[in-house]
């Protein structure tokens, strides 16, 4: 039985969808550019990336499809400078990633990245606020009593507003990625990036997590995630196919 939860702002406003966007005429806010990537096990070199190229324009909704071991994932790496090309350039609206050290990587990332996890990643210990506002105590961005406001707003915008003293423990799998997507809204960060953000939901609950992202999407931020799930993948505005490290498609 799927339990309804409370709903905030963001879940009972209608977004009006903004229009097509046309890759051509605007400048890209992601860009790889001869992306290449060598992992090396022993003796033996692994390349998970063979030269991509790809632009994803700001606003844009974007799913990244292929089998595993095709390199996704690799590629959220890229964009969220968790990892770091072996050749080719990475840029973010004109920064190069591929050239920051990596206390500046971090930096930037939680300034303009917001990143779901297949498994949520919450800290046990933590409540559903006290996780929300991880990121807001990394940055240091403003005083402690305006950051719990924030996190506070933003689980009321997924619809948690009466869980926000719960441990994790306490939430069901669908909250506890609600508390996730709260956290990744702390910075109001331009990106949101999913590795398989529904891949530990089922089907009603990842459903209910689409349209969230759907409805951040609308409100102008550009979603990127990775997906298994073709389906889920076709409600996108675009889709990109990788196969052996290379794109193929989108």
Partial sequence: MTTRHAEGPLMRRAISQPEPIERATQPALIELAGVERVYRTGKVDYRALRGVDLSITEGEMVAVVGPSGSGKSTILNMITGIDRPTAGT???????????????????????????????????????????????????????????????????????????????????????????????????????????????????????????????????????????????????RRVVEIRDGLVVDG
Avoid at 93 to 120: C, H, K, P, T
Avoid at 206 to 216: D, P
């Fill in 90 to 236: 990475v840029t973010f609206d004109g920064d190069r990633l591929d050239r920051m050290s990596e206390e500046s990587l971090a930096v930037w990332r939680g300034a303009n990245v917001g990143i779901i996890f297949q498994f949520f990643q919450l800290l046990p210990t933590l409540s559903a606020l006290e996780n929300a506002v991880l990121p807001l105590d990394f940055l240091r961005r403003g005083s402690k009593r305006g950051r719990f406001d924030r996190a506070r707003q933003n689980l009321e915008l997924v619809g948690l507003a009466d869980k926000v003293d719960h441990l994790p423990a306490e939430l069901s799998g669908g909250e506890q990625q609600r508390v996730a997507i709260a956290r990744s809204l702390a910075a109001d960060p331009r990106l949101i990036v999913g590795d398989e953000p529904t891949g530990n939901l089922d089907t009603v609950t990842a459903a209910e997590m689409f349209e969230l992202l759907e409805r951040l999407n609308g409100e102008g931020k550009t979603i990127l995630f990775v997906t298994h799930d073709r389906e889920l993948a076709a409600r996108a």
